[in-house]
Nanobody, 121 residues
Framework: QVQLEESGGGLVQAGGSLRLSCEASGIIFHINAMGWYRQAPGKQRELVASITSGGITNYVDSVKGRFTISRDNAKNTVYLQMNSLKVEDTAVYSC???????????????WGQGTQVTVSS
């Protein structure tokens, strides 16, 4: 019903920047919160940043001041601008969207396939 397609991952040196994008497509009536998660090898998945449909944002402490989440509601797309990247930011980043497919439906979580971000020293 709903697909999330991510792009923008890759290899970057420490101190560099990357911008992730995630576009939702399919049967979409309204998208509630959208967010980015990451999972490094041997670690649990953690919420990196989230943004409500009204633009309220939330960040994990380790990325505050370096990462910026934004969204374009007209394009059903969420972005994650990552600056001053550190080696410890290396992980698979996945986007998440809570989507209503009809007026009377409840929101359901959908996930992207994940994109690798590797930060070298």
């Amino acid at each position: 019903q709903v697909q999330l397609e991510e792009s923008g991952g890759g290899l970057v040196q420490a101190g560099g920047s990357l911008r992730l994008s995630c576009e939702a497509s399919g049967i979409i009536f309204h998208i509630n919160a959208m967010g980015w998660y990451r999972q490094a090898p041997g670690k649990q998945r953690e919420l990196v940043a989230s943004i409500t449909s009204g633009g309220i944002t939330n960040y994990v402490d380790s990325v505050k001041g370096r990462f910026t989440i934004s969204r374009d509601n007209a394009k059903n797309t969420v972005y994650l601008q990552m600056n001053s990247l550190k080696v410890e930011d290396t992980a698979v980043y996945s986007c998440n969207a809570n989507v209503k497919t009809a007026f009377f439906s409840t929101g359901r979580d959908y996930w992207g396939q994940g994109t690798q971000v590797t930060v070298s020293s």
